[in-house]
């Protein structure tokens, strides 16, 4: 009896270790490629989903500058699509594919100016290719910003060193400003 009731009271010990979800260190980014040589990190703080779209998905709007791919609506929700590394000044990788990978962020908290709205804003980032999720710890972030070219420092809030290549961590309150700028 005394071999079941330890075996039961290691039991009762182990379960509950079972279900704790452990303590991930660090904030989560999103590591999108920007060029063929360059890849970014996106703060997933803001990201409302992934997406995989159909290039007849997204409506052109003529009049718009060349960076606003159009509009689409996901979830019920019309929102403005973006190529992004156009927006940065980067060559563009996006030109007219058949699908395209795209990050769509929730901006509303992003904005300098507050909306009267009472559902979250949108906005949808294309990029060539999304790479997937990736933990930074505080202590890994680099604040100098001296190894990117100029036109891309405003949009840049750090970055992180991940093996041999430096990954710039987007200031999305920038690009949001930039492209609001853009379409208005």
Do not use: W
Request: net charge negative; aromatic share 4%.
């Amino acid at each position: 009896m005394s071999t079941a009731t330890s075996s039961i009271s290691r039991l009762e010990k182990l379960l509950p270790q079972l279900f704790e979800t452990p303590k991930l260190q660090g904030e989560t980014y999103l590591r999108c490629q920007l060029t063929s040589q360059m890849s970014g990190l996106v703060s997933m703080e803001f990201v409302q989903e992934s997406l995989l779209v159909p290039g007849e998905n997204i409506t052109f709007i003529p009049n718009m500058p060349s960076l606003v791919m159009g509009l689409m609506t996901s979830r019920d929700r019309v929102f403005f699509v973006i190529d992004l590394p156009h927006l940065l000044g980067l060559a563009s990788p996006c030109p007219l594919l058949q699908t395209y990978q795209m990050i769509v962020l929730r901006i509303s908290s992003l904005m300098s100016q507050p909306t009267n709205l009472d559902k979250e804003m949108l906005l949808g980032l294309v990029v060539p290719r999304i790479h997937g999720v990736m933990r930074v710890m505080s202590q890994e972030k680099e604040t100098d910003q001296e190894d990117f070219s100029s036109h891309l420092i405003p949009y840049i809030q750090g970055q992180v060193r991940d093996a041999d290549k430096l990954l710039p961590i987007l200031n999305l309150a920038a690009i949001v400003e930039q492209t609001l700028t853009q379409v208005n």
